[in-house]
């Protein structure tokens, strides 16, 4: 995966596994900075800037991942917002609490942390999970490890334009349609649907 694209491009489509993948990369880093700051000795303050900074400098790569998730969907990129913005509210919490311009008891301050926290999860799994478009779209390829959607064949019979008989009509979502001639009723050839659908299934389409 070439991850200068996945972090730094708005162009194209992420699958939801490139998504979890680079999403995790964030989140990684972010725990990194978060332990390597704290131990710097310099106050919870620098340590709380550090951490502030690094999301501030991480918003481009949330937006260009999230936006390409919503592309592989088609859907609004205004969804990538609540994910940019939760991302640095984060470690600005804790800094407008240690700085004292936010005066709040600390359980209260631990459980508004932890609300943004599953804000910011949710936000971002939801985006993940969303059902990528099957094949090409406006915004590019499918994505090279897209899970293939499972789409069943459609059979409905059908009486020939005679009258004299019916048929069945295989319609398979990637348009391909071939038909089963030779009943005499419609029964028969609802019969036949049922006795062959999970053969039909199995068949390449």
């Not at 240690?98 to 599953?118: C, N, R």
């Amino acid at each position: 995966m070439n991850w200068v694209w996945v972090f730094l491009s708005f162009r194209g489509r992420l699958s939801a596994k490139q998504f979890g993948r680079a999403s995790s990369v964030l989140f990684v880093s972010y725990g990194i900075v978060w332990v390597v700051s704290s131990m710097t000795g310099d106050g919870d303050k620098f340590h709380y800037l550090v951490c502030f900074a690094f999301c501030l400098l991480t918003i481009w790569p949330w937006l260009a991942i999230s936006i390409k998730r919503l592309h592989d969907s088609e859907r609004t990129v205004l969804l990538a917002i609540p994910v940019a913005l939760l991302w640095p509210l984060m470690p600005a919490w804790w800094l407008a609490v240690d700085s004292g311009a936010i005066a709040i008891p600390s359980p209260y301050a631990v459980g508004i942390w932890l609300t943004i926290l599953a804000a910011l999860a949710l936000s971002g799994g939801i985006i993940e999970k969303f059902s990528g478009t099957v094949g090409p779209n406006r915004f590019g390829p499918e994505p090279s490890d897209a899970e293939t959607v499972k789409v069943e064949p459609v059979m409905l019979p059908f009486q020939d334009k005679d009258g004299t008989g019916w048929h069945v009509a295989i319609r398979h979502h990637t348009a391909h349609e071939r038909r089963i001639d030779g009943f005499a009723t419609e029964n028969e050839a609802l019969d036949w649907i049922i006795a062959n659908a999970q053969e039909i299934d199995k068949q390449p389409q």
